[in-house]
């Protein structure tokens, strides 16, 4: 299961009561904001555990239903942009199947989430290649964070994957 986590303000974009839940996995866990980048909407999404981000359109106000699909859809092109082995990615898409959405509860993902934000938002105005969104996901899940020990979210991501698919098989 896939568990959203999602802002006051976004709860309220997608017309949503937040779902009260128990203990969660943080590698199942992502954060979710939105704001606008280049005159869209694009909602920002962080893995709680790995703080891989994905910024994503398609989502419009009260289409929580629209959430998971959209989201998988670009994770999974965004793993196969990264060249994460097939069945890694097959794993992890298998397990986020069905979705809950409730409130945010860590402000250090907040805090890495808002400062993702404000680094896209900066360099909005240049001219470069941050339009494209599979560079902008590759850029963004290469800057080291304290949280994670000053690794990058990608590597965090693909060794935690690697982990939990070698201890089920």
């Known amino acids: 299961m896939i568990i959203f986590k999602a802002t006051q303000l976004t709860l309220k974009?997608?017309?949503?009561?937040?779902?009260?839940?128990?203990?969660?996995?943080?590698?199942?866990?992502?954060?979710?904001n939105f704001f606008t980048l280049?005159?869209?909407?694009?909602y920002v999404f962080m893995n709680d555990c790995s703080r891989l981000s994905l910024t994503v359109t398609g989502i419009r106000t009260n289409q929580a239903s629209k959430l998971a699909g959209v989201f998988k859809e670009n994770l999974e092109a965004y793993l196969a942009v990264e060249e994460v082995p097939d069945h890694l990615a097959k794993y992890y898409l298998e397990q986020c199947n069905e979705k809950t959405i409730t409130k945010t509860d860590s402000r250090s993902v907040i805090s890495t989430m808002n400062e993702i934000m404000?680094?896209?938002?900066?360099?909005?105005?240049?001219?470069?290649?941050?339009?494209?969104?599979?560079?902008?996901?590759?850029?963004?899940?290469?800057?080291?964070?304290?949280?994670?020990?000053?690794?990058r979210p990608i590597e965090v991501f693909v060794q935690e994957l690697q982990t939990r698919f070698e201890m089920e098989n």
């Open 13 to 32: 974009d997608l017309n949503v009561k937040p779902e009260t839940i128990g203990d969660t996995d943080s590698f199942f866990s992502w954060h979710v």
């Open 38 to 42: 280049y005159g869209r909407k694009h």
């Open 118 to 151: 404000l680094v896209m938002k900066s360099v909005e105005t240049e001219d470069n290649d941050y339009r494209d969104q599979d560079i902008r996901h590759k850029w963004n899940n290469r800057i080291i964070y304290k949280p994670i020990d000053y690794n």
